[in-house]
């Protein structure tokens, strides 16, 4: 009789039990929920892992309230047992950032730092939107003049100096950003910052948010960013319709903030008035393009 090569047998599979199909089951899915759902690129994630080992796993956030920022304190929490948020305010108590810190620290269940922005003394020591009979007055309030720096320096001092801090930016912001983020590769080691979210797509950055089920703050009713700094026209074009009360009490702090409006209008209508006295480039001509003498 001639013997089998062992490439001839056929093994008999075997069944596994209903029980068994059921956890193997249960396992791939998980498996695969959780690749579906892991955030991140390669280089952001070994970012996250050394300066959170560097850290000891602690770590201050720069919270603006943006998509971006938000991103990163969801990815954050992947790599830090602890996030110690700030967030520092251009303008005390508009509704809307108030409104938007309250619901972020109740969906991260983080007391948020709340922090007065620099760039609001240096504004009103500049006289900027103020009018020049306040002069006198402002220069004797003897306005501190400091920035986000500072405050992360006093931070460290409370809660420990050797805590980096993390920021919401990202290379597609800017060709500056895009620039500065990409040779450092997402970290500033002088001033131990970095950025988790440096290299995501935009794509990347609204799947999270939208994954987690967060909502974006009030400030995006009016533009599609957060309001980080002095309010622009940007903002302000739309505040006095969306939050009028919030329109007021910027107007306390630079009474002439009206003339950003007045002046982005001039432009705006300089603008429309230029190009209705272009030639008309369609090929149909103009008066102004007819020859003499027809």
Wanted: proline share 4%; charged share 30%; hydrophobic share 35%.
């Amino acid at each position: 009789m001639k013997k089998k090569k062992r490439s001839d047998i056929k093994w008999q599979k075997r069944k596994a039990e209903p029980k068994e199909r059921a956890v193997k089951a249960k396992a791939g899915k998980a498996v695969a929920v959780a690749v579906a759902s892991a955030a991140g690129t390669e280089a952001s994630r070994r970012l996250c892992l050394e300066i959170s080992r560097a850290s000891g796993g602690r770590c201050l956030l720069g919270f603006s309230r943006g998509k971006d920022s938000i991103a990163a304190w969801l990815y954050l929490r992947e790599f830090f047992n602890e996030v110690i948020p700030f967030h520092c305010s251009s303008i005390p108590h508009l509704s809307f950032v108030d409104e938007s810190l309250n619901y972020y620290e109740s969906v991260f269940n983080t007391k948020i730092i709340r922090c007065l922005s620099g760039e609001i003394t240096t504004a009103l020591s500049d006289l900027i939107y103020q009018p020049l009979e306040d002069e006198a007055e402002i220069d004797a309030m003897e306005l501190w003049s400091y920035n986000n720096h500072d405050i992360i320096d006093l931070l460290r001092a409370q809660y420990g100096a050797e805590l980096w801090c993390a920021f919401g930016i990202n290379m597609t912001d800017s060709i500056d950003r895009r620039i500065y983020v990409k040779k450092n590769q997402g970290r500033n080691e002088e001033r131990k910052t970095f950025y988790p979210c440096f290299d995501w797509s935009a794509q990347q950055i609204k799947e999270v948010i939208s994954d987690a089920g967060i909502s974006l703050p009030g400030d995006y009713r009016l533009a599609n960013r957060s309001l980080a700094g002095l309010p622009n026209y940007r903002h302000l074009c739309r505040m006095e319709e969306v939050y009028p009360q919030d329109m007021e009490k910027i107007e306390l702090w630079f009474p002439f903030i009206r003339a950003q409006l007045a002046r982005n209008e001039f432009r705006r209508e300089k603008a429309l008035a230029s190009r209705a006295q272009e030639p008309d480039q369609s090929g149909g001509g103009s008066e102004a393009q007819t020859p003499r003498g027809r």
